[in-house]
Structures are given as C-alpha cells and as structure tokens.
C-alpha cells in the first residue's frame, strides 16, 4: 500500500518519510522530522523538531512529538527524539527534545502511551512499557523494560524505574523504584514483589520466590541498605534477577523509594 498523505497534512519537502505510511487531515511534520515505514498518525498530529521514528508506530491525534525542551536551562544547539518500532502514542501525548546540545530523548519499542502522558526532556524509556493516561515522566527519568506505571502518576526527575516494576496510581515517586517492585502512595512506598505481573510475563515460581525473600530483606528488615544488598548477595546471589535488584540498587543515587 502506498504511503498516503491527507491534502490537509503540511508537511515540510525536507520531512523523510518511509514506505506505506498514513498521514491524516491536519498533520504537520517539520523539517528535520523522520518516519520509518508503515507509521500511521491520525489527524491532528504535530511531529517537530529533529525527531526519528522508526517503524510501524501510531500516533493519535493531538500528540505532539519533539517539541522544545521546557527545561529554562535550554541555550540553544541541536538535540534530538529518537524514537523505536511499534509504539502507541495516544491522544495528547507529549514528547519532548532534550536540552543539551547534541543529546536526545530516547523511546525504545512496543511501548503503549495512552491520552495526556508526558515524556520530559532526556528521559530514557526501554520498552514494553504502558503508562495510562496523564502519566507524567519528569526531566533525566530512566524507565527500563515492562514497566507499568498508572495514571495521574508523576516521577520526579534522575529518578529510575526498574524493570517489570508497577506503580500505582496517582503515585508520587521521588526515588528509584526497585526492579521486580509494586510501588505506590505520596510519597510512593514499595509495597511487594509485582507477583501478579512477573506471573503473567513468565518468570518461573523459584524466581518470583527468590525476589519476595529479597524484597523482605531489603525493605522489611530494618537493616541498612549495605548490609541487606550484603545479606541478600549472600543467601540469594545466583538468580540474575536478585542480581540485577542488587545491581540496580548499588547504582541508584537517588536511594530506593521504601
């Protein structure tokens, strides 16, 4: 199917645009604005900016994609939106440049973006991720893999979400969220393993069993954050997912949201 452009669309000579895309009444598309094959963009959409998106994305209408950093450091230079394969961005989702000259905002693929969410400058996001609506990821924020985080939820900026990590609603997160963790509450608090989450992607009972004696250790026992990564690396060091919990905790700067 050829790629099929609304006479409505503007958009600039200078715009790439892949094979077998759609692009529907009221568009517009920058200069610097790059579509891999088959993206759809409804009506509506704003695409600006130096902003690449690879295949097979969809694009709602009224979401508006690479626009200018909000950070009031911003001074100028050339930054970027990188954005994967099959991801949703539903309708006023928002996503915007970096603010240092030369850096991007990067999105990786399969990620589900639904109506009002807001990816900041800089962030980084892996992929299979869903943030429901008005979701809200402030400047520097790291989202890694199969992440889950519900609506009217706000994260602070340079803070972490670990994989297969779930966050509440209406959440208010100002440290790293562990891997493997439900949090919730204002401020957010880890709760428990996402068991529920971890069954439905597949991890075996012996992993889900070794990340709740982990999780008990390191966020109920009363111990120091040293010594319970000491303990837990001791008695539950072979699983690779406790290894990456460990990992992820000995590196967060922000602490672990507990």
Do not use: W
Request: aromatic fraction near 6%; proline fraction near 3%; glycine fraction near 10%.
């Amino acid at each position: 199917m050829p790629t099929s452009i609304h006479p409505s669309a503007v958009i600039h000579p200078n715009a790439i645009l892949g094979e077998d895309c759609t692009v529907g009444p009221f568009c517009v598309l920058g200069e610097h604005v790059v579509l891999g094959p088959r993206c759809t963009l409804h009506s509506h959409v704003v695409i600006e900016g130096r902003t690449e998106l690879g295949s097979d994305n969809e694009v709602f209408p009224f979401a508006c994609l690479g626009g200018k950093t909000q950070d009031l450091k911003y001074r100028g230079g050339t930054t970027y939106v990188r954005i994967g394969d099959h991801n949703v961005f539903r309708e006023y989702a928002t996503v915007h440049a970096a603010t240092a000259d030369g850096q991007s905002t990067v999105v990786g693929s399969h990620n589900h973006f639904l109506a009002y969410t807001h990816l900041a400058h800089d962030v980084r996001v892996g992929s299979h991720v869903i943030m429901s609506n008005v979701a809200t990821l402030a400047g520097h924020v790291t989202v890694e893999d199969h992440v889950v985080i519900g609506g009217l939820a706000a994260v602070h900026q340079f803070c972490r979400i670990g994989r297969h990590a779930m966050i509440g609603g209406c959440a208010k997160v100002v440290q790293d969220i562990a891997p493997f963790m439900m949090a919730d509450g204002n401020p957010a608090e880890t709760r428990f393993t996402n068991k529920v989450g971890l069954e439905r992607a597949g991890f075996s009972a012996e992993a889900i069993s070794q990340l709740t004696k982990a999780y008990k250790v390191l966020f109920r026992s009363g111990l120091t954050t040293a010594n319970a990564l000491a303990r837990i690396e001791a008695e539950l060091g072979e699983s690779p997912e406790v290894r990456h919990l460990v990992a992820f905790t000995q590196s967060s700067e922000r602490g672990l949201a507990k």
